[in-house]
Nanobody, 114 residues
Framework: VQLVESGGGLVQAGGSLRLSCEAS????????LGWYRQAPGKQRELVAV???????TYEDSVKGRFTLSRDNAKNTVYLQMNSLKPEDTARYHC?????????WGKGTQVTVSS
């Protein structure tokens, strides 16, 4: 499975971005789909994840600002990011977990200026 992220960029604080992650196979094979981020010098952290049952979990600092969604027909997962803050600056990676494997995209850079 290949995951290709897009939509990152440079934005001012308070702005919005929508990240996309297109998968090379159907999302129906996934047990979970998620977005993670990694800032320089920090560990990769979970941003948002949706399980097979459709329940979405968000990291506390993004609750109310970020929204994860999926379009099964397009094999694509989205992360709508509003009210961006400088501390959201990181490389954002898409993740798909299946019954047997864990897949990652190469990521897309998000930079929020103050």
């Amino acid at each position: 499975v290949q995951l290709v992220e897009s939509g990152g960029g440079l934005v001012q604080a308070g702005g919005s971005l929508r990240l996309s992650c297109e998968a090379s196979r159907s999302l129906f094979f996934s047990r979970s789909l998620g977005w993670y981020r990694q800032a320089p010098g920090k560990q990769r952290e979970l941003v948002a994840v949706i399980g097979a049952g459709g329940v979405t979990t968000y990291e506390d600092s993004v609750k109310g600002r970020f929204t994860l969604s999926r379009d099964n027909a397009k094999n694509t997962v989205y992360l709508q990011m509003n009210s961006l803050k400088p501390e959201d600056t990181a490389r954002y990676h898409c993740n798909m977990r299946t019954a047997s494997n864990d897949y990652w995209g190469k990521g897309t850079q998000v930079t929020v200026s103050s």
